[in-house]
């Protein structure tokens, strides 16, 4: 597949159509209304990518006469500080003819016809590099493990189109149309085929020959390591067995999509960046072509144990995973700009963001599950109340906000300026993968009572139904002789559902007591939470999603037990 889409250009497969109707409505419409509004930016920007990207221009009126022609909106962004062109293959004054609607998703394509949009795998590479690093922590347990990261320039235009085809893509801009020759930022298949080269590039990585002269890009690089403090250790389990012979002679790439991580060990690393760099401009290409593929100005000169990737700061040496200050405070500032405004309101893009922000980050802080889920019920009702036919009500749009949604985004403030690496924001690698249980807790629940066991902690608690009613438990009346319900409950007493949550809480409530008790584990506590019903297991994620406010008061209990859980380094599994 590589070598097609090297040779013929992609798409390698697809039907487009669009009439010239629909063709006519959109060179009308022109783009999108951010492109008029900011002109010289937009100009400034395909100038300083021309090279990289190449067009063939034509005066615009020559739209009329090129059959299959499909004109697609310009958009433009700004985001992390720069300006980018997006061409909005999705959208555009009328749905028919928006050339993503032609295009399957990898999962929804036709047997036989994958090549329209091929399956990718991109979404795995930051679970699959911090996995190798920790098999090659448990390999080499005093060997400093480098990490190094590196981007394409202009990725997606480095994919050039069938010259047939070229045309589907194509755009109008000022006094011109604009025929792509490399693939455009926007269309659905644009990563799958990008990514078919990627994966090559790792490949090409991991079985190249070493090489006795460096290119000057690595031959610049300097390498530090900390030996201010041990290495952390981590034991083997069956999830993550130690590199084979094999494997400890191939040099490691991950991609996710423009982004590339490199590890190896100290001795080892000059030889995998050489590999890396090497297979980058045999697939992408060097200065011959659209000129090299990594920029000097993009390369990192010293590679240590720490760097950012893909948004989080990975960090060998102490084995951890973080969501960096910056980004931290970044968020920070724009909660306070919004929290400020009079009347308590922000737009549903800016909700949106900040719910998106705080969910990718959720990964190794659980307390950003619940608090996103919250903000996430404010953005859905204001969404499902709002109507408008006007395109800009996504970005102009108000959304008021409730007290919860305020108190939230308060507490999600409290947060976000801890120093770095707080365990409130960072997690150690072991505890983030998939790990072999190390001890095992119990739970059941019935409308006669909860309790909970052990054998690993050594405890055994129970609470009767009497023992709940003088809580204030709302219990079902029950047959004395079954412990049944005598009705069906469908309007009086609680579920079973949050009978189990409480007791799979009040279990975790326990287990964290005796770790405390117990002090540090070598690899950290893995706990497995066990209970009849997957619904109580699901809450400790997903509770957050009702407006039940009792579930939402467990939630919020919930989150800070696995909050206070990962601070004393235990994991929870279900």
Known sequence: MAYRI????????????????ATLLRNKYDNHPAVGANLDAVEKKFAKEEWNSYHINYLRFVYE???????????????????????????????????????????????????????????YAFDRFLRQILRMRITRPNDPIMVHADDIEAAFRRVLYHPDMACAFAYVYSDYLMVPVGQVFGSRSAPSYYCVLADVRQALAACRQDEPTLHPLVASCTYEVDTSSPLVQVPPDSNHPPLTLQEQTEMYNASFVDDNGVVAYLKTMPQALQHSVRSAFEV???????????????????????FLFLGFRIDTHAMTVSWPFAKRKALDDEIQDNLSRKGKYVTPKEMAHIIGVIRSAAAIAPWGTFLSFNLQNALTTAARNAYSTNRSWWTRSWIYLSGVAIATLHQIRETLTVPEGSPLWSRPISLYLDRDFSHRVFSDASYAGIGGWSSDFGFLWRLCREDLIRA????????????????????????????????????LWIVLKFVKKLGPRSGGYILLLLADKTTALAWMSLAARTKNPLLQGLARLGAALLVHAAALLTKVVK
């Open 65 to 123: 006469f090129l059959p299959g022609l499909v004109i697609t909106p310009i958009q433009w962004v700004f985001d992390k500080g720069k300006g980018r062109i997006c061409i909005d293959c999705s959208n555009g004054p009328n749905s028919f003819g928006s050339i993503n609607l032609y295009i399957p998703s990898p999962k929804d394509a036709i047997p036989g016809e994958e090549d329209e949009c091929p399956a990718v795998y991109y979404q």
């Open 6 to 21: 090297q040779t013929e250009g992609v798409p390698l497969r697809g039907q487009y159509t669009m009439p010239m109707e």
């Open 284 to 306: 992408f290409g060097d200065e011959d072509r659209q000129g090299g593929c990594l920029q000097d100005a993009k390369w990192t000169s010293l590679v240590s144990e720490t």
């Open 472 to 507: 204030g438990f709302d219990m079902r009346d029950i047959d004395l002789a079954s412990s049944k319900p005598v009705s069906d409950g469908s309007n009086d007493g609680l579920h079973i559902n949050p009978l189990e949550f409480i007791g799979v809480l009040v279990n």
